[in-house]
Structures are given as structure tokens and as C-alpha cells.
DNA sequence: TATACCGCGCTTGTATGGTAGCGCAAGCGT
DNA sequence: ACGCTTGCGCTACCATACAAGCGCGGTATA
């Protein structure tokens, strides 16, 4: 955990930054779920005042990844079984509804870059992180190919939730993304065939493929989890020699 | 317009008083489409400081019912016709999957609800905004059936921007009501059946009837829809006499 | 030793002050 | 008379000061 010493951000200050930074932290689990997110801490941290961090944090609040317990503290939300179902849920719909919108000529555009995204995730030795955005864009196109790009700000705020609990797993597996990157390709095709029922029927199992790992995770690191739903936090002295 | 004088809101004050506040004003159009929303002048009128108005906006912004223009102003949003879709799209895909995820034997409390329900909407004289209500509760619980009750969050937010549209329409049919609590009736009925295609069928027609009126209220009140997406507000001096 | 109590430090919530930026409008130059 | 410039008032944005509340930890007490 290397710990810059002072100012750390270099990216774009104010709110904006502060809510960019601070969600993809948490959603690449570089902040651990249960995690303590002082105001006062991070504003120091990130070199700018309470105001634009705290507007942040009821942003991410407001989206489910971070928890506000008044006067008492702020917290990274954990791994909440219920909500990963319910965000589970309301992804496979969109999607699945957006396979049903495409029309019979996709604008041409958009399935360029869906070509060249495949291309891009099917190359060898690619990393995680890399592959986890060309799999964002790729499902974002497909939404894109429907008419209803909008939506994918929703879909996008369920995707965290999901995200989260798939980092977890995905140590898991000897080669996921290749596996992945196969599901992709199989799911483009059956779209641009256009067989209709085979891309939901596949779209599905690649949407549900998230399970098969996660309630291992939960053997494995019960503490990242929501054991009481509405358990409150705890407050530690520790000693520190400045 | 009766302008009350001074404090005018007895309800909760703080952040969430203010953001429910502002948020029933909007959807019922209390305040219209293109209003200014001043930081300083809701803060006065509410009776709190800039800090709860001001971070009510940003949530408001988040849900696409507010446009903030840096240094600029912030105002009501306009009904965006693309925006509108969008919304009736994912709220169609999620109330649609949630029918297909209600088990063969319902949860009998919440089955009881809808006929309590369906029993207050079937009332003679029933005013609009009640109806309303029920309306909210009534889709709210059909698709705590499935047991995705918290993806209702994410249904209220589309909603939001359904309802201004829908009332707007509100005047232009003779007793909709009758008719929508005749369709919420059949629909029900098709789930308990049960009939899922029929249920279906129903549901889709019913969400969709929203359009039939909006494109009539386009034609007689343009200055409520967005006409350019990313116009900018302009200014204007006027002169008073105190 | 166990227990009730009270204070203190931390937290978020709210209020207020200062800053930068934008758009209009009046005023100057042409 | 027309166009450019400059000033002014308003805005949202960020920083800071103040207030209120919760929970732990030490202390006094049974």
C-alpha cells in the first residue's frame, strides 16, 4: 500500500475528481469494503477541502457504494448479497431489452468499434484492468446499438456493485478473460447474425456467469461481506508517535 | 401563484427536506420546466443555509430533474423527448423481467396490498394526485414480487421523469384514471391468473399509453420541452421597484 | 473486580465567507 | 451609427468556521 506523501492527486481537482478518484478506488477494491472515509482525512489527502469531498461521497452514497452514518463516520459499503442480486437483476433486464431494440441495420459506427474492442480483448497478455474497461465499452456499445446509449448511466451504476463482487472472484479461475473475451465474440455474432434468441440466450449466461465465484469469496473473506443490514460501526483509539 | 412569506416550509428541514421538497415541486410541476432554481434565493425561501440547497440540487442534477450551469444558474430541466424515452424504455425492461421473476405462489401480504390498492383507485371522485400515489404504490409492489423491491430506487428515478410528462397530459382525456385503474385491474388479474403472456401484453400496453398524449402537449406548449440539448440559459436585467 | 457514569475527541451536518467566471449592458472609440 | 471593450452583478464553486451528536475510555463507586 504505497502512501504518497502529500498532495497524491494529480488529476482533476473539485468535486468531479474527488467522486472519479474516489469510485474507481472502490470499485478496483483499492479501498476495501468496511473501509473508514473521513472527510477531514481525505480532504487533507487529496489537497482540497471538506466541501468537494463530502458532495462526493453523497454522490457515491446515493449510488450504494458508500455507507453515512450521521456523526458518527463514513464507510465503503460491503458486499451485499441482496444488492448484488437486485443489480444483477436490473442489468440482465436493460440489456436483455436493448437486445430486442437493436434494428436490422446497426449503425455502422458503432459496430466498428465493437469489432476493433473484440480485437483489442482477444490480444494475448492482456491485463486485468485493461480488460475490465474493453468489457465496459463493450457493453456499453451494445446498449449504444439499441438507441437508449442514455441508459447506460443506470446500468453503469448497477455494474459497480457487480464489479466489486467480481474482483473478488477473479483470482478464481486459471484464465477468465479469455473465456470472456470468447463469450463477447459468441454474443456479436449471434447479434449481427441476427439470431435474436441465441444473443439473449447467451447474453444471460455471460451476465450470470458472476455467481458461479462469488459465495466461494464469502467463504474466503466473510468480512467483506453484510452480515446485519443495518449494523452499526465502531470507534478505535489507536497510539501513534508523530 | 399564492407566495407564502417567509419560512413556508413547516415540513423537515436539512438536506433531505429540502431535496423531497424540491422534488415533489418538480414532478408536479409546481415548478415548471426551465425554472431558475437560485441557491441563495431556495435558501432564504426555505429557511436553511446555501450548504442542504445546495447539495439537494446536486442530487437532483445526478437524477436528471435539475441542470446546473457553472457560474450560470441552476434550473428546473426541460421534459427532453429522448429523455422521456429512455426512461419508459428501462423502466418497460424492469417491471417486464420483474413479472417474469414472480414465484407461482406470491408473498400473500403484498398480494393483499394490490387488492387494498386496486379497491382505493376503483373510487368514485377519486382526485388525480391520489391517484397518483396509488399508481406509485401499486407498480411499486408489483414488482416487490418479484423480490427486487430495491430496484424500485432506480424505477422511481425513471418514473420521475414519465410523471411530469404524464401530467401534462393529465387534462387532455376525458377520466383517464378510470381507464388506468381498469388496466392496473386486468393486470393484476393476468398475474394471479396466472398468465404471464397476457400479463405482458398488459403491462407494456399500459406503460406505453404515456405517449399517446405527450406529443399533443408538445404542439401546445413548446417552451416545456428542451429544444436544443445543450442550450445555453441566458439573462435577463429587470427593474423593480421596492 | 465489576459497573455505572461522565467527559473528550472524533464524526458529520450546517452556516458563512471568499473566489473565479460568465453574460449582459453601458460606454468608449471608430 | 456601429463594433469593441470594460465594468458590474449575478452565479456556482470551494474553503473555512461553527454547531450538534455519538461512542469510546478513563474514573469513581459499589
Known amino acids: 500500500m504505497a502512501q504518497t506523501h502529500a498532495p497524491k492527486s494529480a488529476a482533476a481537482k473539485g ?27 481525505l480532504a487533507a489527502r487529496l489537497g482540497v477541502s471538506r466541501t468537494p469531498v463530502r458532495e462526493a ?21 460491503r458486499v451485499d448479497l441482496q444488492a448484488v442480486e437486485d ?22 459506427g458503432i459496430v466498428d468499434r465493437l469489432v476493433a474492442n473484440l480485437a483489442e480483448q482477444e ?57 470472456f473475451a470468447a463469450e463477447h465474440r459468441a454474443i456479436f455474432d449471434a447479434v449481427m447474425a441476427p439470431d435474436r434468441a441465441r444473443a439473449r440466450r447467451l447474453l444471460r449466461a455471460h451476465l450470470r456467469a458472476v455467481f458461479n465465484d462469488i459465495e466461494q469469496v464469502r467463504a474466503v473473506s466473510p468480512e467483506l461481506f453484510a452480515g446485519d443490514p443495518d449494523s452499526a460501526p465502531t470507534r478505535r483509539s489507536v497510539a501513534v508517535w508523530e
Not at 475528481?17 to 473521513?38: F, H, K, M, Q
Not at 461521497?57 to 459499503?77: C, H, M, N, T, Y
Not at 448511466?153 to 467480481?166: C, G, S
Open 15 to 41: 468535486r468531479r475528481g474527488v467522486y472519479e478518484d474516489l469510485r474507481r478506488r472502490i470499485v478496483t477494491l483499492d479501498l476495501a469494503p468496511g473501509a473508514a472515509l473521513s472527510e477531514n482525512e
Open 87 to 108: 443489480a444483477q437483476f436490473l442489468r440482465e433486464a436493460v440489456e436483455l431489452a436493448a437486445l430486442g431494440a437493436i434494428p436490422a441495420k446497426p449503425a455502422p
Open 123 to 179: 490480444r494475448a497478455g492482456i491485463e486485468a484492468e485493461e480488460f475490465m474497461a474493453l468489457d465496459e465499452v463493450f457493453h456499453r456499445d451494445l446498449l449504444d446499438l439499441s438507441g437508449h446509449a442514455n441508459v447506460w448511466t443506470t446500468v453503469e451504476a448497477a455494474k459497480a456493485q457487480l464489479d466489486r463482487a467480481r474482483r473478488l472472484g477473479l483470482s478464481l479461475e486459471p484464465d477468465p478473460l479469455a473465456r
Open 57 to 77: 461521497l453523497i454522490l457515491l452514497a446515493d449510488e450504494g457504494l458508500v455507507r453515512v452514518f450521521p456523526k458518527v463516520g463514513s464507510f465503503v459499503s
